[in-house]
């Protein structure tokens, strides 16, 4: 089992489109556990399912091997990351794009391609996934002739794309229908390859207080991480540096401390393991007090090996892309060129920013950020512009230098 391939999948599309039933149906649990996100029926956080995908004879499939009874040859392990489609959440989503190296993309047959559908596919472009399967969902809820026409419309939408020749699957997510089709695919996606000699970047996309109410003293947990080792290696036993880490005032200021610590355990899935290769989601079991991780306090942070990651950075220099149509609006709005003194949102590994534009230069922008990051070299981002009180994914871009 442990060398299977393994892969980051995400789950993108508009909301109610069935992204979190098709997770469910390809892993046996509901992504949504957030108690808001059961009561409105959405995807508020990133949520997390991990499954193998076995195969015996031409039959794919995710059902475990039972009493001790192989099911057949274990393929891949895969990491779903199941991102909120709601348009005010596109933050998040845009977080969650930074830690896949494929994603699904979930289009209902009944209701074609939307406003979010749009922006969260060329948001998979602009953290250049290039991994991608299409998924037409929902297909139980329509004719045979406009299932077809659905297909056509959704050729047309991914002609010139990264996407234009990914492949597109029809499914009933509800009934179950095709889900081994897509578990096929998935096995065919390609890994991409690990940079293990180098110091780790661990990003956190999650970070939680796993102790219950009333847990003595004696029995508590440390602090949890979530997320994923993006190169190097990282091991039980490791002292580590988190950085920005902890936000704090003093003197009127918000100041950021690096936290140091040392990882108590390592979790991929359920299974606890010693050492973890950039791969699949895991969770790091720290010696921090859990007050300092609960409720994602630390997401977006970076951790590194103890005095391996750079200063923070409120300045960073980024070469600029930006689209020729602002997308997730139903009319046609052309993107306006950046301005100087213009504020903008980055979204920049599992961390969001927002800076001002103090220097234009050709396609070359320097900012002042509002929120320090970590900037490294070609480290890409997506930039995004508040436009009728909505932040809008306008283009992209790529870390030149921090400051």
């Known amino acids: 089992m442990n060398e299977i391939p393994e892969l980051n999948v995400g789950v993108v599309g508009h909301i109610d489109h069935g992204k979190t039933t098709l997770l469910s149906r390809l892993t046996g649990k509901f992504t949504d556990t957030h108690s808001e996100e059961l009561k409105r029926g959405i995807t508020i956080k990133l949520g997390y399912a991990d499954t193998t995908i076995y195969k015996e004879g031409d039959e794919y499939s995710t059902s475990l091997p039972k009493n001790g009874q192989s099911k057949g040859t274990p393929q891949r392990y895969i990491s779903f990351i199941d991102a909120p489609g709601h348009e005010m959440l596109m933050a998040t989503m845009l977080s969650g794009a930074a830690i896949i190296d494929a994603a ?16 969260h596919f060329i948001a998979l ?28 419309i959704i050729k047309e939408f991914v002609k010139g794309s990264l996407a234009e020749n990914a492949p597109i699957i029809p499914i009933s997510a509800q009934q179950g229908i095709n889900i081994d089709k897509l578990l096929e695919e998935i096995c065919k996606l390609e890994i991409p390859k690990k940079e293990t000699d180098t110091e780790p970047i661990f990003l956190i996309a999650r970070s939680f207080d796993i102790n219950k109410p009333g847990t003595k003293i004696q029995n508590l947990n440390g602090g949890v991480l979530g997320g994923i080792l993006k190169k190097g290696k990282l091991k039980v036993g490791d002292e580590i540096e988190i950085k920005p880490g902890l936000s704090m005032k003093k003197a009127n200021q918000q100041i950021y401390q690096t936290l140091t610590t040392k990882i108590l355990s390592l979790h991929k899935g359920n299974k606890s393991v010693q050492e973890i290769l950039p791969g699949a989601s895991i969770s790091i079991e720290t010696e921090l007090d859990p007050f300092l991780t609960k409720t994602d306090s630390l997401t977006g942070c970076l951790i590194s090996t103890k005095n391996s990651l750079p200063e923070i950075s409120h300045n960073v220099k980024i070469k600029s892309e930006l689209f ?7 009319d046609h709005k052309e993107v306006e060129p950046l301005k100087t003194k213009e504020l903008v949102m980055l979204s920049v590994n599992t961390t969001i920013t927002v800076g001002t534009i103090e220097k234009i230069k050709g396609n070359e922008i320097e900012l002042n950020l509002n ?3 970590v900037a490294l070299k070609g480290d890409n981002l997506g930039i995004a512009r508040n436009i009728d009180s909505h932040w809008r994914l306008i283009g992209w871009g790529e870390i030149v230098v921090g400051q």
């Open 125 to 152: 472009q602009a953290k250049k996934i290039k991994n991608i399967i299409i998924v037409q969902n929902k297909i139980d809820l329509v004719s045979k002739e406009q299932a077809l026409e659905n297909y056509k």
């Open 324 to 330: 020729k149509e602002v997308l997730g609006t139903s």
């Open 371 to 373: 929120i320090p990051i």
């Open 104 to 119: 699904i993309l979930v289009i209902a047959a009944n209701e074609g391609i939307k406003p979010q559908t749009k922006e």
